[in-house]
């Protein structure tokens, strides 16, 4: 009869073990040692292959395919590196514009809650429309009630007649194909500066000689601008009160001053070859120092 012996694990063996262990974890890690599960080749499946479309063919099929297409293709690119031949580009899909009444017939097929609110804002709306057109209407009457006073019903009076005057003149010319020239106190074309400040200058001349007594005595002034026309010749082809200074004493003594100053000086040779008829158009002041001038 034997007696079975148990081997025992010393500590040497732990240690042993430990170490193997921890060599064999070092080589995975440091040369790279990975497994892989074999595919299985006995189940009969083939790599799958990339085929491109092509839109052009040739008769000779290529030595050295890059793609497989449906025909053959040789020499059909034009850059240096391999690109993937590509389908053209579809058109981008456009959405129908809906129409104006499809996008408001929601509004119209809503609830009748829906259908208060609408009618109610639309009628807001249409009373805040009549009463601001009420309030226009009314301020229009306002307007015209109020009559305009003495001094208003002369400047515009004269204003009227100033415009009138003036199409008058236009038409004149116009009709008698006559070259006019406007010059005023801004004018620097020598020529035309030059004869206006002679005609200028007999202007005050006269109208101081003969200024208006009843100016005088009542100690009037003020300014108004007044057009003269002069013929080539030096006489006096209409006169036209622009702005009347709010007086007919002194735009009357305007007006006969001109008349008595006339006729002036004929046009100089290198005005009459341009224009045949010359408007001047000036601003008469009546100082308090009882004096006309002119500017």
Same mark, same amino acid.
């Given at each position: 009869?034997?007696?079975?012996?148990?081997?025992?694990?010393?500590? &040497? &063996?732990?240690?042993?073990?430990?170490?193997?262990?921890?060599?064999? =974890?070092?080589?995975? +890690?440091?040369?790279?040692?990975?497994?892989? %599960?074999?595919?299985?080749?006995?189940?009969?499946?083939?790599?799958?292959?990339?085929?491109?479309?092509?839109?052009? #063919?040739?008769?000779?099929?290529?030595?050295?395919?890059?793609?497989?297409?449906? %025909?053959?293709?040789?020499?059909?690119?034009?850059?240096?590196? /391999?690109?993937?031949?590509?389908?053209? $580009?579809?058109?981008?899909?456009?959405?129908?514009?809906? &129409?104006?009444?499809?996008?408001?017939?929601?509004?119209?097929?809503?609830?009748?809650? #829906?259908?208060?609110?609408?009618?109610?804002?639309? $009628?807001?709306? *249409?009373?805040?429309?009549?009463?601001?057109?009420?309030? /226009?209407?009314?301020?229009?009457?306002?307007?015209?009630?109020?009559?305009?006073?003495?001094?208003?019903?002369?400047?515009?009076?004269?204003?009227?007649?100033?415009?009138?005057?003036?199409?008058?003149?236009?038409?004149?010319?116009?009709?008698?194909?006559?070259?006019?020239?406007?010059?005023?106190?801004?004018?620097?074309?020598? #020529?035309?500066?030059?004869?206006?400040?002679?005609?200028?200058? /007999?202007?005050?001349?006269?109208?101081?000689?003969?200024?208006?007594?009843?100016?005088?005595? *009542?100690?009037?002034?003020?300014?108004?601008?007044?057009? %003269? +026309?002069?013929?080539?010749?030096?006489? +006096?082809?209409?006169?036209? =009160?622009?702005?009347?200074?709010?007086?007919?004493?002194?735009?009357?003594?305007?007006?006969?001053? +001109?008349?008595?100053?006339?006729?002036?000086?004929?046009?100089?040779?290198?005005?009459? #070859?341009?224009?045949?008829?010359?408007?001047?158009?000036?601003?008469?002041?009546?100082?308090?120092?009882?004096?006309?001038?002119?500017?």
């Amino acid at each position: 009869m034997s007696v079975a012996q148990t081997t025992q694990v010393t500590p &040497d &063996d732990r240690l042993g073990m430990t170490l193997l262990f921890a060599v064999i =974890l070092h080589a995975i +890690v440091i040369l790279g040692i990975t497994f892989t %599960v074999l595919k299985d080749k006995s189940s009969g499946k083939s790599p799958p292959l990339e085929i491109t479309l092509v839109h052009s #063919k040739s008769e000779q099929a290529p030595v050295k395919e890059d793609y497989l297409a449906q %025909v053959n293709q040789i020499g059909g690119g034009n850059t240096k590196n /391999k690109l993937r031949p590509t389908s053209p $580009t579809a058109k981008p899909f456009t959405a129908p514009v809906p &129409d104006r009444a499809e996008a408001f017939r929601p509004a119209m097929q809503a609830t009748p809650r #829906k259908q208060q609110l609408i009618k109610n804002t639309l $009628t807001t709306k *249409r009373d805040s429309y009549d009463i601001n057109t009420r309030i /226009k209407e009314k301020n229009q009457q306002v307007e015209k009630k109020r009559l305009p006073n003495a001094r208003e019903l002369i400047s515009s009076s004269m204003e009227v007649a100033s415009l009138n005057a003036e199409m008058n003149e236009r038409q004149q010319m116009h009709s008698s194909n006559l070259r006019s020239k406007r010059i005023a106190a801004n004018t620097r074309e020598y #020529k035309y500066a030059s004869y206006m400040e002679a005609w200028r200058a /007999k202007v005050e001349r006269i109208g101081n000689i003969n200024y208006p007594e009843a100016a005088k005595q *009542r100690n009037l002034t003020g300014n108004l601008l007044m057009d %003269v +026309v002069l013929n080539a010749n030096g006489t +006096v082809n209409n006169i036209t =009160l622009r702005r009347s200074s709010g007086n007919k004493i002194l735009d009357d003594a305007a007006i006969r001053i +001109v008349r008595l100053a006339a006729p002036f000086a004929p046009f100089p040779d290198n005005i009459r #070859k341009d224009v045949d008829v010359l408007v001047i158009s000036r601003t008469w002041q009546f100082l308090d120092n009882n004096s006309l001038r002119s500017r």
